[in-house]
């Protein structure tokens, strides 16, 4: 008999007791004899019986209260793809209870991030699903919430030393170690590579400094002849919208004429590009995410490639993850790591809705 017809009246006609008593053990309710329990488990293994969990679910009227915590999507457009993602899934969860509240913080103003991850811990909700750009300031509310047993689900930043449910994204090392493959490969002369952090508090974005380890041991481990002249360097830059920040690109720019390529460790590559224009011709730029601006300036050759960190399917598979568990009674991995696309002027029609 297929697992698929298998019904609760043929696990009870094979062990020979009531549908009551095989309903009593599928829902561990009511008191059932051991042996009999046993004998109720082995001809359920026998039959390959597995539960219509989705049926169970739509059944047991319960809500599953859920929150998200991320960056304000009206305050930086990479966020607005988390937020889809996140709202997607909340949509088609919806029927099997889950209710959700989204709590979105400005993410240069650490104050504002402290106020809506309190706001989210005193709702006590079943679940939640974060984006903790905030290092120092999260790691107690990680705490308060394995003392609550609330699980939750980390998306965009893997934090190694907390026990999350799961974590959905990239593996930050590693694209930062792609990033210094695509500047370096090719390259025919030694010359400086340059890391630019662009208005990040890089002692506290843990996500940003794992980046930068992945993209300086990819020149590390490179042949030494190929290794000879290389220098690395990173810089700190402020708000685009800074006149520090032109200021320091200029200069740096005219300065060094060794320069071969740049990596922008966020999705603003797009605050670069202008700049590079007249040294395109012997600079690269990479950088991350398919933002309206980055894609301008990829589509006209100014930027070189750019590293898509799926961030709409962060969000919605982060959602997705407690759901598994809270809802769905499903096991959940513990790394949901999205892949590293390579997107080139030549490819990005594949990646751009319509």
């Given at each position: 008999?297929?697992?698929?017809?298998?019904?609760i009246?043929?696990?009870?006609?094979k062990?020979?007791?009531?549908v009551?008593?095989v309903d009593?053990?599928?829902?561990?309710?009511?008191r059932?004899a051991e042996d009999?329990r046993q004998?109720v488990l082995l001809m359920?293994?026998?039959?390959?019986?597995e539960p219509?969990?989705i049926?169970?679910?739509?059944g047991s009227?319960r809500t599953?209260?859920?929150?998200?915590?991320?960056?304000?999507?009206?305050l930086?457009?990479?966020?607005?793809?988390?937020?889809?993602?996140i709202?997607?899934?909340?949509?088609?969860?919806?029927?099997y209870?889950v209710v959700l509240?989204?709590?979105p913080?400005?993410?240069s103003?650490?104050?504002?991030?402290?106020?809506?991850?309190?706001l989210?811990?005193?709702?006590?909700?079943?679940?939640?699903?974060i984006a903790?750009?905030?290092?120092r300031?999260?790691?107690?509310f990680?705490e308060?919430?394995?003392?609550?047993?609330?699980p939750?689900?980390?998306?965009n930043?893997?934090i190694?030393?907390?026990?999350?449910?799961s974590?959905?994204g990239?593996d930050s090392y590693?694209?930062?170690?792609l990033?210094g493959?695509?500047l370096q490969?090719?390259q025919?002369q030694p010359g400086?590579?340059?890391?630019?952090?662009?208005?990040?508090?890089?002692?506290n974005s843990?996500?940003?400094?794992q980046?930068?380890?992945?993209?300086?041991?990819?020149?590390?481990?490179?042949?030494a002849?190929q290794?000879a002249?290389?220098t690395?360097r990173?810089?700190d830059l402020p708000?685009?919208t800074?006149?520090t920040?032109a200021?320091?690109?200029?200069?740096l720019?005219?300065?060094?004429?060794q320069?071969?390529?740049i990596?922008?460790?966020t999705?603003?590559?797009y605050?670069?590009?202008p700049?590079?224009?007249?040294?395109?011709h012997?600079?690269r730029l990479?950088?991350?995410?398919l933002?309206?601006?980055?894609?301008?300036?990829?589509?006209?050759?100014t930027i070189?490639?750019l590293?898509?960190q799926?961030?709409k399917e962060?969000?919605?598979?982060g959602?997705y993850?407690?759901?598994d568990q809270?809802?769905f009674?499903?096991e959940v991995?513990?790394?949901?790591y999205?892949p590293?696309d390579i997107i080139?002027?030549e490819n990005?029609?594949?990646?751009?809705e319509k």
């Amino acid at each position: 008999m297929g697992k698929n017809a298998v019904r609760i009246k043929d696990i009870a006609a094979k062990a020979n007791v009531s549908v009551g008593t095989v309903d009593r053990v599928l829902h561990n309710r009511g008191r059932v004899a051991e042996d009999v329990r046993q004998k109720v488990l082995l001809m359920m293994e026998e039959l390959e019986y597995e539960p219509n969990m989705i049926a169970r679910t739509l059944g047991s009227n319960r809500t599953y209260r859920l929150a998200a915590i991320q960056p304000s999507h009206t305050l930086d457009p990479y966020w607005q793809a988390p937020w889809e993602g996140i709202n997607k899934a909340a949509r088609e969860l919806q029927q099997y209870g889950v209710v959700l509240t989204v709590y979105p913080y400005d993410m240069s103003r650490v104050e504002s991030f402290l106020e809506q991850i309190e706001l989210a811990t005193q709702a006590q909700p079943d679940g939640i699903v974060i984006a903790p750009l905030f290092y120092r300031e999260s790691l107690p509310f990680f705490e308060r919430w394995q003392h609550a047993k609330i699980p939750y689900v980390l998306f965009n930043t893997y934090i190694t030393e907390i026990n999350p449910l799961s974590y959905v994204g990239q593996d930050s090392y590693q694209s930062g170690y792609l990033a210094g493959k695509l500047l370096q490969f090719g390259q025919m002369q030694p010359g400086t590579y340059l890391i630019a952090h662009i208005a990040e508090d890089i002692a506290n974005s843990v996500h940003v400094t794992q980046k930068e380890q992945g993209f300086r041991d990819y020149f590390a481990q490179l042949p030494a002849p190929q290794a000879a002249g290389n220098t690395i360097r990173s810089i700190d830059l402020p708000y685009p919208t800074e006149s520090t920040f032109a200021c320091q690109l200029t200069e740096l720019l005219a300065q060094d004429q060794q320069l071969r390529g740049i990596f922008v460790s966020t999705s603003r590559a797009y605050a670069i590009a202008p700049y590079l224009q007249p040294y395109a011709h012997r600079i690269r730029l990479v950088g991350y995410d398919l933002l309206e601006e980055n894609i301008q300036y990829l589509q006209e050759g100014t930027i070189d490639f750019l590293i898509n960190q799926n961030p709409k399917e962060q969000g919605y598979y982060g959602l997705y993850a407690l759901a598994d568990q809270l809802v769905f009674k499903k096991e959940v991995s513990p790394f949901k790591y999205l892949p590293l696309d390579i997107i080139a002027k030549e490819n990005l029609h594949y990646y751009v809705e319509k």
